[in-house]
């Protein structure tokens, strides 16, 4: 049954019944469609998988070194720290060039 749009509820509690309304309506789903949104959802991967080869293809016929490896925890945290200390570094020059204005 649809949710009562009247009821002095809490927001939340609205979109907890609406969510759980728009659930149970699939059990109206005809039995095809569910087969049929598989299908369609397989096309579209393959069709991501087949933009991002060409994608891939591209870069790498213009020379670009492409990384398909994940980025392990130890490499994202020597990044993380390299770019801190960069940062620390433009901070302190930009005190510096402060200091000289002041005198």
């Known amino acids: 049954m649809t949710p009562d749009h009247t009821l002095d509820i809490p927001t939340k509690r609205w979109q907890g019944l ?10 109206y789903d005809p039995p095809d469609l569910a087969k049929a949104m598989e299908a369609e959802a397989i096309a579209e991967k393959s069709l991501e998988r087949t933009v991002k080869d060409k994608e891939l293809a591209t870069a790498q016929a213009e ?3 492409v990384d398909l490896q ?4 130890d490499v994202l945290q020597k990044w993380e ?3 801190q200390q960069q940062q620390d570094e433009f ?3 930009d005190l510096d060039d402060s200091d000289d204005e002041l005198l």
Do not use: I, N, T
């Open 18 to 27: 609406v969510k759980a309304w728009r659930k149970a309506l699939h059990q």
């Open 81 to 83: 720290e390299a770019r």
């Open 63 to 65: 020379g670009l070194l």
């Open 70 to 73: 994940p980025r392990s925890d």
């Open 91 to 93: 901070d302190h020059a």
